[in-house]
């Protein structure tokens, strides 16, 4: 039986996690990213019209630091049955959005080094989320948390530290969310893309 990293999973993210894993093999669920940066209801609109069905899945991104449209969206889509997922398109700095996501770059080694200011932004960066995350967690919201997608490619910053860059900075995040911050509603998903 398949169990999360986390020993402290709230239960209703273990349930989340055992009814997703009781699909395997028999059967599938929907899903739709919304668009973010423009109209967040244009695909569910899309989709309720064309097949009369939404997706199971709603995907959310932090793009543009928005917490709080995400966390009303989340607790809209929890409440009428739905499932949460969410990414987080933004640069290395942790406050801006797709563009600098593609353009910009980390310094690896700085930013892995204690005691730099790189360091020191970075954990800043990267706890912006931690209150919204949190507020979740206060509605017993369970997310799929997919920090970090399309990892295996090259075009987001945080593909392009190798694989002992993306590994530190994984495991930075998850021990900071879950061990720091007792973030205890996450399903902590690694999104390939698969990149040839």
Not at 29 to 56: N, V, Y
Request: glycine share 10%; proline share 5%.
């Amino acid at each position: 039986m398949r169990t999360l990293t986390n020993p402290n999973a709230i239960p209703v993210a273990q349930r989340l996690f055992a009814y997703i894993c009781s699909l395997q093999g028999k059967n599938c669920l929907t899903g739709q990213m919304e668009s973010g940066w423009r109209d967040t209801e244009i695909e569910m609109k899309f989709l309720l019209e064309k097949t009369g069905w939404l997706p199971a899945i709603r995907g959310l991104d932090f793009i543009h630091n928005d917490f709080d449209g995400c966390v009303r969206r989340a607790t809209d889509w929890h409440a009428r049955g739905g499932i949460v997922t969410i990414c987080w398109h933004t640069g290395p700095d942790f406050a801006s959005g797709y563009k600098e996501s593609q353009e910009h770059d980390l310094n690896w080694e700085a930013a892995f080094t204690p005691g730099t200011q790189e360091h020191t932004a970075l954990l800043a960066g990267m706890d912006r989320a931690v209150p919204a995350l949190r507020q979740l967690q206060e509605r017993n919201i369970p997310v799929l948390w997919r920090p970090f997608h399309e990892f295996d490619g090259k075009w987001f910053w945080w593909g392009r530290g190798g694989e002992e860059g993306f590994i530190k900075l994984w495991r930075l995040m998850y021990d900071r969310y879950t061990n720091v911050h007792h973030l205890n509603n996450l399903i902590w998903v690694l999104g390939f893309s698969d990149a040839p």
